[in-house]
């Protein structure tokens, strides 16, 4: 793994008040998504590092500027984020580190800028949050605001003019799907303590369960939530399974990183899976050599995908 200061040398980011926003960006990265940080650094190719940790940076924050508060608090901040975000993107300059490193990733990217606007609009479902009460409000959640925070990443892996592909982008709502239900489930306990879950009402209620139940769990309400997170666990496999196709429809040189995203997702299932009605009381952890495994076995094909394009070409006869 080359140094971030080589990283940035390499893709031609020198400017010195660049430099520092863009290694803050990659220090508040590391410290909050380890794992996605090693993945990203670990599998992708070299020049696509600056741009992928601006845009997580910058998914990140905008988060949790709207992730406290009142609805009106939270609304009234994506407006001001939003406003912000655009006059950077237009070619105003800022002080601030993360818009400073995601305007010049769109300069550097230019489609950024769509993914960006579509990511902004779809916040708005974030601000609006409380739980879903139906299966619906959870598809409409996923569809609104899930999938364009996806896309903002995929978008980066260089599928030029084919990004907006209809199986692509199908595939990518599926991976999205699994993960936001898997990352609901995982969540669950510190969400309940603030008053909301991501289980729809209606699958809460057929168990027999509620958010207050799950505030102070008993032995009987961790029994029927074990049943309620395998229900969810059955809903995610065939997504997660449907988007194993995203490994064919991405370049070569970005389908280990997209291998990789689905093998931990596989073994966050796992772990769920394992830990079931204690989710109540935390999330599950996926063992840790396994996921170094993972990350071994991707970072070797790296290594060969990378050596053959080095060798070179058979003379002509």
């Avoid at 990203?40 to 020049?47: A, E, G, K, Q, T």
């Avoid at 990733?105 to 609006?128: D, I, K, N, W």
């Avoid at 769920?272 to 993972?294: M, T, Y």
């Avoid at 991707?298 to 070409?313: E, G, I």
Wanted: aromatic share 6%.
């Amino acid at each position: 793994m080359p140094t971030w200061a080589r990283t940035l040398r390499e893709t031609g980011i020198t400017e010195p008040d660049l430099r520092i926003a863009y290694r803050q960006q990659r220090t508040f990265v590391r410290r909050f998504r380890t794992a996605e940080y090693l993945t990203v650094r670990l599998l992708l190719p070299i020049r696509l590092h600056p741009p992928v940790i601006a845009a997580v940076a910058f998914m990140h924050e905008t988060d949790e500027r709207i992730d406290t508060g009142t609805r009106e608090a939270r609304g009234t901040a994506l407006e001001s984020w939003t406003s912000a975000t655009r006059a950077v993107l237009d070619g105003a300059t800022t002080t601030d580190a993360t818009l400073r490193a995601l305007g010049d990733a769109a300069t550097r990217r230019p489609e950024l800028r769509q993914y960006v606007e579509a990511f902004l609009r779809g916040a708005r479902h974030e601000v609006e949050y409380t739980g879903f009460d139906t299966e619906d409000e959870l598809q409409s959640y996923v569809d609104g605001y899930a999938l364009p925070a996806f896309m903002l990443l995929v978008c980066l892996l260089e599928r030029g003019d084919a990004t907006e592909d209809e199986v692509f982008v199908r595939r990518c709502r599926d991976l999205i799907e699994a993960m936001q239900r898997i990352d609901f489930l995982d969540d669950l306990a510190e969400d309940a303590a603030q008053g909301q879950v991501g289980i729809p009402g209606e699958d809460l209620e057929r168990h027999g369960l509620s958010v207050a139940a799950l505030r102070g769990p008993t032995d009987a309400v961790r029994a029927r939530l074990g049943q309620l997170v395998q229900e969810q666990i059955e809903l995610a496999r065939p997504r997660l399974s449907a988007s194993g196709q995203l490994v064919s429809l991405v370049p070569p040189g970005t389908r280990p990183f997209v291998t990789a995203l689905l093998q931990v997702q596989e073994l966050r299932l796992v772990a769920l899976s394992r830990k079931g009605g204690e989710l109540a009381d935390g999330g599950a952890r996926p063992s840790v050599p396994a996921l170094l495994g993972v990350l071994a076995r991707q970072y070797r094909a790296v290594r060969r995908t990378r050596q053959t394009s080095l060798r070179p070409s058979p003379a002509p006869q």
